[in-house]
């Protein structure tokens, strides 16, 4: 069974880095699949704020694009999110996903996620 799982969040100042890590067993991926990571803050909706194939095109919200950067390991096992110069509004539980796609439809895998906290 496909298991996703987070680390790295914390409790950190504005202005400062983070780097969450998610570690998944049981995918194989194909080209066009992807791991993404999501967040949800508080009274918000759910929000993706980067994705990555194993293609390797990646692509991010633009509340977050020029600060954070999604990256692989070279089997894709395990997924990055290097966030620098948080915000408050970055205070959120940030989930890992996994999209793929197993013929004939998507399939979505989703861990448990960690929490960021960004506070002075």
């Known amino acids: 069974q496909a298991r996703l799982i987070e680390s790295g969040g914390g409790l950190v100042q504005p202005g400062g880095s983070l780097r969450l890590s998610c570690v998944n067993s049981h995918i194989i991926f194909s080209f066009d699949d992807m791991v993404g990571w999501s967040r949800q803050a508080p009274g918000s909706q759910q929000e993706t704020v980067a994705t990555l194939t194993a293609g390797g095109a990646s692509h991010y919200s633009d509340s977050v694009k020029g600060r954070f950067t999604i990256s692989r390991d070279g089997v894709m096992k395990t997924v990055y999110l290097q966030m620098d110069n948080l915000k408050p509004d970055g205070t959120a539980v940030y989930y890992c996903?996994?999209?793929?796609?197993?013929?004939?439809?998507?399939?979505?895998?989703w861990g448990r996620g960690t929490r960021v906290t960004v506070s002075s």
């Open positions: 996903y996994a999209k793929i796609f197993e013929q004939p439809v998507w399939r979505t895998c």
